[in-house]
T-cell receptor, first 113, second 115 residues
Framework: GQQVMQIPQYQHVQEGEDFTTYCNSS?????IQWYKQRPGGHPVFLIQ?????EVKKQKRLTFQFGEAKKNSSLHITATQTTDVGTYFC?????????????FGKGTLLTVNP | NAGVTQTPKFQVLKTGQSMTLQCAQD?????MSWYRQDPGMGLRLIHY???????DQGEVPNGYNVSRSTTEDFPLRLLSAAPSQTSVYFC??????????????FGPGTRLTVT
């Protein structure tokens, strides 16, 4: 079955440093979603990317979808303590609809103030 | 607008007991799903539903039943609890229409321990 791999598993940064997490799928994806989960909380939707090569920005967060639609990245510029949490990517398991999403195992980001 | 609600927040069961985790949403979403989250494993789909009366299996369905009699509610039943079902369970809902198509809204979760 489809696999979605995320690296790194953990990342510890000093406040103000940049952070990037990478997501790789074993199959071509119709779209990819990103979620953030604060410690003890629930996943919260961040964004969905659909087009090959797409780049979207949300303030200090930049999301990219690869040209081949098999990989994606999330980059945070100048991290803040509010960025702490686990970042997950997710892609449709059956190649098309989002009825069955496969989540990566996530990247836990900790920020030292 | 409460979004997605789950009850209970915490539950301890003995092996072999049964229970139902409740999930409700007030956003008129046609799609609802259940995930379990275990340390280092990410989120794994248990069951999902694309509308009232329609359910299907996800990645890890064994030991769980679901039903969808209304748009709002999607309960998850553990038939005979096992220690391997100790986990955090999240319910999520989504619409596949409109601007927020496919965006999943998660409930606060239920922490289940089976002894």
């Amino acid at each position: 079955g489809q696999q979605v791999m995320q690296i790194p598993q953990y990342q510890h940064v000093q406040e103000g440093e940049d952070f990037t997490t990478y997501c790789n799928s074993s199959t071509t994806l119709s779209n990819i979603q990103w979620y953030k989960q604060r410690p003890g909380g629930h996943p919260v939707f961040l964004i969905q990317l659909v087009k090959s090569g797409e780049v979207k920005k949300q303030k200090r967060l930049t999301f990219q979808f690869g040209e081949a639609k098999k990989n994606s990245s999330l980059h945070i510029t100048a991290t803040q303590t509010t960025d702490v949490g686990t970042y997950f990517c997710a892609g449709p398991n059956d190649g098309g609809s989002n009825y069955k999403l496969t989540f990566g195992k996530g990247t836990l980001l900790t920020v030292n103030p | 607008n409460a979004g997605v609600t789950q009850t209970p927040k915490f539950q301890v069961l003995k092996t072999g007991q049964s229970m139902t985790l409740q999930c409700a949403q007030d956003m008129n979403h046609e799609y609802m799903s259940w995930y379990r989250q275990d340390p280092g494993m990410g989120l794994r789909l248990i069951h999902y539903s694309v509308g009232a009366g329609i359910t299907d299996q996800g990645e890890v369905p064994n030991g769980y039943n679901v039903s969808r009699s209304t748009t709002e509610d999607f309960p998850l039943r553990l038939l005979s609890a096992a220690p391997s079902q100790t986990s955090v369970y999240f319910c999520a809902s989504s619409s596949f229409r409109g601007l927020n198509e496919g965006e999943q809204y998660f409930g606060p979760g239920t922490r289940l321990t089976v002894t």
